[in-house]
């Protein structure tokens, strides 16, 4: 295999494209390559996936289960990764249309390299969500009528993938509980005493609570853990996770059954792998924005929100809810930014919203009303400039 010829085509075909000189060289030294003829199954349908695949030339069909068409690829095209990303056994089967020549990136390069790269993983989710709502579509023209609106009612026990639940104790040290997730490949774990849940412990928590507060890691995990977490069961709907955590901004909720056994935990991915454009991929998209123009763009794809929701059957109440959400998460990000640019406020201020956004109830069209509560340490003379800026920032973003 000529290494020349490997990054010539990474350098062509996204995501690659946007690796630098360096990245796309080391990657393409860690590539393998295979031929498949006509015919041939690449992957099967619940089998364990130990690569990302490229089409380098030729065509395959991705089957959903095993039967129904799900997506054709030709060059360029990249299949294998929900199974890598969400650590599970394969959604589809892979056939090869034509003779084929396949580029694999081992399952451990390829999340080493996701690891640093959030638009990475911004890329993968979005590309996942846009066929399985293809897969939908299909089906709502091939089985009687049924599409987004089915989804509305799947309940969450669908989304649960692993059958045994990694868990700790509230007195396991923190380093234990953390190698047990880096052995388990997991970043929320649930803590469970005598079977009931009790917390979690997150990536986040490890971050900020234990590294960024020194935290000895001899502690229990009771000390850093996040206890009595929002939990929903097994009967609950896609659509109801997906308010929850769109209005609670979490990623990740424990599923537990009638005794607060934990069985399962459902993260937001799981939730934007099976939606298409949705609230939450809004609010994900409008908070990792690293400028103004960036969340405008986002925030405009609420009509695209709307339309999704209104397909599905979902009332009005839930979707101006979502709407509000996107409302809200919007104002914080131009707020975070625009102090970025300002700098520290001079004295502790907080935003307060009015109207069809204070009653959660927005719609697509909806406009501004809100205004700043200052500290009583405001000084005209001195503090106005600095809100005069603030609130011009926030009202033109």
Same mark, same amino acid.
């Given at each position: 295999?000529?290494?020349?010829?490997?990054?010539? &085509?990474?350098?062509? %075909?996204?995501?690659?494209?946007?690796?630098? /000189?360096?990245?796309?060289?080391?990657?393409?030294?860690?590539?393998?390559?295979?031929?498949?003829?006509?015919?041939?199954?690449?992957?099967?349908?619940?089998?364990?996936?130990? /690569?990302?695949?490229?089409?380098?030339?030729?065509?395959?069909?991705?089957?959903?289960?095993?039967?129904?068409?799900?997506?054709?690829?030709?060059?360029?095209?990249? &299949?294998?990764?929900?199974?890598?990303?969400?650590?599970?056994?394969?959604?589809?089967?892979?056939?090869?249309?034509?003779? *084929?020549?396949?580029?694999?990136?081992?399952?451990? @390069?390829?999340?080493?390299?996701?690891?640093?790269?959030?638009?990475?993983?911004?890329?993968?989710?979005?590309?996942?969500?846009?066929?399985? %709502?293809?897969?939908?579509?299909?089906?709502?023209?091939?089985?009687?009528?049924?599409?987004?609106?089915?989804?509305?009612?799947?309940?969450?026990?669908?989304?649960?993938?692993?059958?045994?639940?990694?868990?700790?104790?509230?007195?396991?040290?923190?380093?234990?509980?953390?190698?047990?997730?880096?052995?388990?490949?997991?970043?929320?774990?649930?803590?469970?005493?005598?079977?009931?849940?009790?917390?979690?412990?997150?990536?986040?928590?490890?971050?900020?609570?234990?590294?960024?507060?020194?935290?000895?890691?001899?502690?229990?995990?009771?000390?850093?853990?996040?206890?009595?977490?929002?939990?929903?069961?097994?009967?609950?709907?896609?659509?109801?996770?997906?308010?929850?955590?769109?209005?609670?901004?979490? %990623? %990740?909720?424990?599923?537990? @059954?009638?005794?607060?056994?934990?069985?399962?935990?459902?993260?937001?991915?799981?939730?934007?792998?099976?939606?298409?454009?949705?609230?939450?991929?809004?609010?994900?998209?409008?908070?990792?924005?690293?400028?103004? /123009?960036?969340?405008?763009?986002?925030?405009?794809?609420?009509?695209?929100?709307?339309?999704?929701?209104?397909?599905?059957?979902?009332?009005?109440?839930?979707?101006?809810?979502?709407?509000?959400?996107?409302?809200?998460?919007?104002?914080?990000?131009?707020?975070?930014?625009?102090?970025?640019?300002?700098?520290?406020?001079?004295?502790?201020?907080?935003?307060?919203?009015?109207?069809?956004?204070?009653?959660?109830?927005?719609?697509?069209?909806?406009?501004?009303?809100?205004?700043?509560?200052?500290?009583?340490?405001?000084?005209?003379?001195?503090?106005?400039?600095?809100?005069?800026?603030?609130?011009?920032?926030? *009202?033109?973003?």
């Amino acid at each position: 295999m000529e290494i020349d010829e490997v990054i010539s &085509f990474l350098k062509r %075909h996204a995501p690659f494209d946007a690796q630098s /000189a360096d990245r796309i060289a080391s990657l393409a030294r860690k590539i393998e390559v295979r031929y498949f003829p006509r015919g041939t199954v690449i992957i099967d349908a619940g089998k364990e996936n130990r /690569a990302l695949s490229i089409v380098r030339s030729g065509a395959v069909e991705l089957r959903l289960g095993g039967t129904e068409l799900n997506h054709r690829l030709g060059e360029g095209g990249i &299949f294998g990764y929900p199974s890598l990303l969400h650590h599970e056994l394969t959604r589809n089967k892979v056939v090869a249309l034509e003779d *084929c020549l396949i580029y694999q990136l081992p399952k451990e @390069d390829f999340l080493k390299w996701l690891k640093h790269h959030e638009a990475l993983k911004v890329f993968f989710a979005k590309n996942e969500a846009e066929r399985l %709502h293809r897969a939908v579509e299909g089906l709502r023209r091939t089985e009687n009528g049924y599409g987004d609106a089915g989804m509305i009612s799947v309940k969450l026990e669908t989304l649960l993938r692993r059958k045994d639940v990694v868990t700790a104790s509230p007195n396991d040290t923190i380093r234990d509980a953390a190698k047990r997730m880096a052995q388990a490949d997991v970043s929320t774990l649930p803590i469970t005493h005598q079977g009931k849940l009790v917390g979690i412990m997150t990536d986040k928590d490890l971050r900020r609570r234990v590294l960024g507060q020194e935290i000895p890691l001899d502690e229990p995990v009771s000390s850093v853990m996040t206890p009595d977490p929002i939990t929903m069961t097994l009967d609950d709907d896609l659509l109801s996770a997906m308010l929850v955590m769109s209005q609670k901004n979490i %990623h %990740h909720f424990p599923i537990v @059954d009638s005794t607060n056994q934990i069985v399962g935990v459902v993260s937001s991915s799981d939730l934007l792998n099976r939606f298409g454009m949705n609230a939450l991929q809004v609010v994900a998209e409008i908070k990792a924005a690293p400028d103004a /123009a960036t969340v405008a763009m986002a925030a405009q794809r609420v009509g695209a929100v709307l339309a999704n929701l209104i397909e599905s059957g979902v009332d009005a109440d839930h979707i101006a809810r979502f709407v509000s959400n996107i409302g809200e998460t919007t104002h914080r990000q131009l707020l975070i930014l625009a102090e970025e640019q300002l700098g520290p406020p001079p004295v502790p201020y907080a935003l307060v919203v009015f109207g069809s956004l204070a009653r959660q109830e927005q719609a697509g069209g909806s406009d501004q009303d809100n205004g700043f509560v200052l500290d009583d340490r405001y000084n005209p003379a001195k503090h106005a400039p600095y809100f005069e800026q603030l609130a011009t920032l926030l *009202c033109d973003g």
